[in-house]
C-alpha cells in the first residue's frame, strides 16, 4: 500500500487530535455533544494512524468526491485493523482470502476505468474501456456471489496492491499531456491487467486443487478475457495512440526548436 496523502507532521497532528476529542467525549454533555465528539476523534484517528485523508483525496482530485474518499480511508483502517489476524494454514484458508482480494481489486480497477473515460481522446480506446469496465462491473457482482455463499464477506481483505497501481494510474491521467495521455493511460492499464491475471491465475489453480471446479473455470474464463483485452490495448496503442504520441512530440521539439533559433537571429 502506498504510504497516503499526508505528511508525517499532518498525521500526528490528526492522531493527538483525535486522541483529544475522544477523550473529550468521555465528559459530561449532551448526547449529542458526546456522539459528535467521538466521531470526529474516530475520523481524525483514522486519518493519522493510515496516514490517508478521504477529505484532502476528494479535494485534490485523487477521488471523486467526498463519499468515496471516506469509504478509503475507512477502508484502509479496517485493513490495518486486522493486519493481526490469524495465519493461513490451509489451501482452502488462502484460496478464500485471494477471492477477496479479487474482489477488491476488480472493484478498484472498475472505478479507475469508469473515471478514465473522461480523461481519453480516442474514441476506439474509449469504446475499449467502457467494454472493460462494464465486464470489470459484472465480474464483482459474480465474486460478491461466490464469496457469501460461504458465508463470508467478500470485503474482508483489500487488495493493496492494486490500490497503488490504481493510485499511479490516477497520478498518470494527472500529468501526462493530452497529446500523450491516451497512450500514458493504456501503459498504467497493462501493468494492471497484468496483475490481475496474475491474481486470477492462482486463484483459479487454487480452486481447481480444491474441487471447485465451476469457480475455476469462470475465474479462467477471466483470465482469458483479460489476456485479450491486453492484447487489444497492445495493438491500439501500436497502430495509433503511440505513433500519435511521437508525432506530437516531435512537433513540440521542432516548434521549440524553431523558436530558439529565430530568437538567436533577433
Given amino acids: ?40 476523534g474516530a475520523t481524525l484517528l483514522s486519518r493519522g494512524l493510515v496516514g490517508y485523508c478521504g477529505m484532502k483525496a476528494a479535494v485534490v482530485g485523487d477521488a471523486d468526491s467526498l463519499g468515496e474518499g471516506m469509504h478509503e480511508q475507512w477502508q484502509r483502517m479496517r485493513s490495518q485493523a486486522g493486519a493481526g489476524a490469524a495465519a493461513i494454514d490451509t489451501l482452502e484458508g488462502l484460496q478464500l482470502v485471494e477471492m477477496q482480494e479479487l474482489a ?33 462491473h459484472s465480474r464483482e457482482q459474480d465474486l460478491e456471489r461466490i464469496i457469501t455463499s460461504r458465508g463470508e464477506s467478500a470485503r474482508r481483505h483489500p487488495d493493496q496492491a ?31 491487467i497484468h496483475y490481475q491475471i496474475a491474481a486470477e491465475g492462482s486463484a483459479a489453480a487454487h480452486a481447481k486443487a480444491l ?36 508525432g506530437r512530440s516531435r512537433m513540440g521539439v521542432s516548434a521549440t526548436a524553431t523558436a530558439t533559433g529565430v530568437g538567436a537571429r533577433l
Fill in 104 to 136: 477488491s481489486g476488480t472493484a478498484q480497477l472498475a472505478r479507475v476505468l469508469d473515471r478514465m473515460e473522461r480523461s481519453i481522446g480516442h474514441n476506439d480506446l474509449q469504446t475499449q474501456i467502457h467494454s472493460y469496465a462494464t465486464q470489470l
Fill in 162 to 192: 492494486m490500490r497503488t497501481l490504481v493510485e499511479e494510474t490516477r497520478k498518470m491521467a494527472h500529468v501526462a499531456d493530452p497529446a500523450v495521455r491516451d497512450a500514458a493511460l493504456v501503459d498504467s492499464l497493462q501493468r494492471i
Fill in 1 to 40: 500500500m502506498s504510504s497516503g496523502n499526508l505528511s508525517l507532521t499532518e498525521r500526528w497532528v490528526s492522531t493527538l487530535a483525535g486522541f483529544g476529542l475522544i477523550l473529550g467525549a468521555a465528559v459530561r454533555g449532551s448526547v449529542l455533544r458526546r456522539l459528535t465528539f467521538a466521531a470526529g
Fill in 211 to 246: 474441487g471447485r471446479d465451476e469457480d475455476a473455470a469462470r475465474i479462467g474464463d477471466w483470465v482469458d478475457r483479460d489476456k485479450a483485452v491486453d492484447a487489444s490495448l497492445t495493438e491500439l496503442a501500436k497502430a495509433l495512440l503511440n505513433p500519435r504520441a511521437a
